[in-house]
């Protein structure tokens, strides 16, 4: 199947990639922008504001999410995508509840397929998109508790993930004022 628009098939490995080049490039220039505002003395709520400090991570951003797009094209983020436990000749499979109960009876692991309970064939998941195995939430947000159902839920967070380090990184740095210029987040001691 085609994806990205790109005129090549895009796999799961591909959009992984992506997202794991788009997020460090995005949390690096992050980090180098806002450091460069802090050595300057910018407190962290004055650098944030800044329109020049504004433009740049706006183009970061950006960047980050045309690649992740680009990337991933119409893939959904799963935290358990679809897979058939082939255990026979052709499509013959099994119905089990993990891949390592599939494993585990020596059945084969076929991503994006299902088992009909009832032919006990394995046939394609119906849809247009395509999984990218994902967190079923976000790890890194204490707001996010509901599960991740778009590719844009999956860059927000990216996003909240790259910004968490980010900043536990500049408080680190920059313990100006009893840390008050760059507070530490609550969770870093």
Partial sequence: MLEGGGGR???ENDCQVGIAKAG???LLKREKVLEKCALAGGTQAACIVDPTVSVQLGRAADAKDALIKRKCGNRVPMASPPFCCVTGTGQDCT???TRT???NIMGTVTEGKT?????LKCSPVPGPNKPVTWWEVCPESDTCTTALATLDDLITCVDTSADTIV???LCLQFRRNAGADWPCP???P
């Fill in 24 to 26: 460090v490039k995005y």
């Fill in 9 to 11: 098939r895009v796999g």
């Fill in 186 to 188: 609550t969770d870093v």
């Fill in 101 to 103: 109960d599939c494993t």
């Fill in 167 to 169: 900043n536990e990184i």
């Fill in 95 to 97: 119905v089990v509840t």
């Fill in 115 to 119: 088992c009909d309970p009832m032919m």
